[in-house]
């Protein structure tokens, strides 16, 4: 069944078919593997696993340096008792953090890569830069720990929203994170076939355990601790029953869908459109395509354009998200909005209450897609030369006195010394180089301390 909608994602007009190693397309030979059980199907399979064994890398290297500075901290010879026992429990959590973590995601097959850290630090990614590893970590913990009245209340909000039945459609949750609304609504309605798409491997490894009906333990770490046992959780992850095996996970984009064209006759997009970097238009057009003609386009979640999006243009309001879905081809929606309750763990003095809106919006008519989020030519092929932009200039001249100021710092070099040689080299004014320099190195400072992907 889940090959009936499957699609190249390469070429975009290839079925798939089931081959030795993973997944073969028809018609353009691509292959796309299966890691960790899951189908890998992005446009580029090994690219992305590069980049999120890249991420794996940083993220286990924070935990250790994150564990080792905690450990560190415990030298101080004036701790209160209390802030020990805290220290020793959060360091042996971050430890084993990183060893489930790592276990987790062990078909990402970490050792594979063997990049220097600071290269990979430098140099990021191409994967959405806000979509880290654990960006919706939290997530985990809310759909199959402690997130019950939640979890319902979005599940019960998109049903009073979801105008028809659901019973033996195609349906597909994009953005799906780590299963608990596609496996809700899964049991709930009964459908031919259910796809979690999501493109987070963490994320969707936890689905995976969830959906198998195995338990799984990982730590949860409250933004705001209760008690001194809540700084670091041991949380025990499972579903009520495994799922059926209707019920499938696929990694993917997003943007570059490998379904078939109107493949399904549901399509879900739970807390997603807000998060996600691609303008809403065109977002819209893509999910129309994979909308059958009348079929229905369910959303949940927030409406907070202005949290992810720096383009003022962007940020819309609900009745301008409205009208961008019905100029992408569906009737107007039916609209429910509801106030629930948000990631309120009962270890944590921090909770939200969101109003959310939900919607159906039936299909017209196919909408026009944009053209995909392709690469430039000079990225492609790499023995073209890359493009030597002003913009670039400008950002290449800066990032070399950046790296002219660090080599400086020496462990010896007071910030005088350092303002003085700014001057010499005719790169500062004498009266603005030392409150420069001074506001520079603080910021380093502070970026390097900072755990940038916990
Ligand atoms: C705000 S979270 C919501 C997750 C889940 N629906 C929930 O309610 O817990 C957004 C999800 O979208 C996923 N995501 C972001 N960009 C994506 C893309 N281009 N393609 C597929 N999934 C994406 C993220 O990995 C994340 O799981």
Redesign the pocket.
């Known amino acids: 069944m889940l090959f009936d909608v499957l699609n190249c994602p390469r070429c975009e007009r290839g079925a798939l078919r089931q081959d030795r190693a993973g997944y073969i397309c028809t018609r353009c030979s691509s292959g796309y593997p299966v890691i960790g059980e899951i189908p890998w199907l992005f446009q580029d399979p090994q690219d992305a696993a590069g980049e999120w064994r890249a991420r794996l890398t940083l993220l286990l290297g924070e935990l250790r340096e994150d564990a080792s500075a905690t450990r560190a901290a415990l030298a101080a010879p004036d701790l209160l008792p209390r802030t020990r026992e805290r220290l020793e429990h959060v360091a042996g959590a971050l430890e084993d953090h990183g060893r489930r973590l790592a276990g987790l995601l062990a078909p990402l097959d970490i050792h594979a890569g063997g990049a220097d850290r600071d290269a990979l630090r430098a140099l990021r990614t191409r994967l959405?830069v806000s979509?880290a590893l654990t960006?919706?970590y939290v997530?985990i913990h809310r759909?199959w720990n402690w997130g019950e009245v939640e979890n319902h209340a979005t599940l019960d909000l998109l049903d009073a929203a979801a105008g028809g039945p659901m019973a033996g459609a195609r349906v597909l949750v994009?953005?799906?994170?780590?299963g608990?609304?596609a496996y809700d609504l899964h049991r709930r309605h009964a459908p031919a076939l259910t796809v979690a798409?999501?493109?987070?491997p963490m994320?969707l490894s936890v689905a995976r355990e969830m959906y198998a009906g195995r338990t799984l333990e990982l730590y949860e770490f409250p933004l705001a601790p209760r008690g001194p046992a809540d700084h670091a959780i041991l949380r025990s992850l499972c579903a009520p029953a495994p799922a059926d095996d209707r019920l499938r996970i696929v990694a993917?984009?997003?943007?570059r869908a490998p379904f078939r064209p109107g493949a399904f006759d549901v399509v879900v997009t739970?807390?997603?459109l807000d998060?996600?970097e691609e303008p809403l238009p065109h977002l819209a057009a893509h999910i129309n395509a994979l909308v059958a003609n009348g079929g229905r386009w369910l959303n949940v979640?927030s409406v907070a354009f202005g949290f992810m999006n720096t383009r003022r243009a962007q940020q819309f309001g609900l009745d301008e998200v409205l009208e961008i879905v019905q100029g992408a081809g569906f009737a107007a929606p039916g609209v429910r909005e509801s106030g629930v309750p948000y990631m309120q763990s009962p270890a944590s003095r921090h909770a939200r209450l969101e109003s959310i809106v939900a919607w159906s919006a039936r299909k017209l008519a196919d909408a026009r897609r944009p053209a995909s989020r392709g690469l430039p030519a000079w990225c492609v092929d790499p023995a073209q030369p890359v493009p030597l932009l002003a913009e670039l200039q400008s950002h290449a001249r800066a990032t070399r006195i950046h790296a002219f100021v660090m080599s400086l710092v020496d462990g010896k070099r007071t910030l005088g010394d350092i303002a003085q040689v700014m001057v010499e080299q005719r790169l500062m004014q004498p009266a603005d180089a030392l409150p420069a320099v001074r506001a520079f190195m603080l910021r380093m400072q502070e970026d390097a301390m900072r755990r940038t992907n916990l």
């Open positions: 959405p979509q960006t919706y997530n759909d994009i953005g799906a994170g780590a608990r609304l798409m999501d493109l987070n994320l993917a984009d997003a943007m739970p807390w997603f998060i996600v979640g």
